[in-house]
């Protein structure tokens, strides 16, 4: 152990791994759907495709796409070394897309009336990253 290790410091933050070909699909205007197809682990295509649905007033659809996305970020996360709890910071661009699944995923509960998994995803959200809570507040 460091002689200034602080013991009560949590886990380190989780930085997942950039997927350059799915981040540019999107980028370049790909259809979210598409993008989503060639890389069904790619969240932030789900989050893509949950954010139109739910905007069009499909709250079920944007729940169900957020939930897959949801799903595959939280595979990755694990495989990035995360145990259940810590850090996700949205300043690190390839967690936006899990972050932004959990944002949608809240706010479609909410919208179908399960009230307890809309705060549940809310709590993790602000608890996982403030910042990401705060910048997508306003969604």
């Known amino acids: 152990m460091e002689p200034h290790e602080n013991l009560m410091s949590g886990p380190p933050p989780v930085h997942l791994p950039d997927t350059p070909e799915a981040r ?77 699944c959990l944002h949608a995923l809240s706010r479609a509960a909410q919208a179908i009336g399960e009230k307890d998994e809309a705060e549940r995803c809310a709590q993790f959200l602000r608890e996982s990253s403030p910042a990401a809570a705060k910048a997508l507040a306003s969604q």
């Open 24 to 100: 540019e699909s999107l980028e370049s205007g790909a259809k979210a759907s598409d993008t989503a197809a060639r890389f069904p682990a790619y969240s932030a295509a789900w989050a893509a495709l949950a954010d139109e649905a739910f905007a069009a007033g499909h709250a079920v659809t944007s729940y169900a796409f957020a939930r897959t996305g949801y799903h595959r970020g939280l595979d990755q996360l694990r495989r990035a070394g995360w145990k259940g709890h810590g850090p996700i910071p949205w300043e690190h661009g390839p967690n936006q897309g899990f972050l932004r």
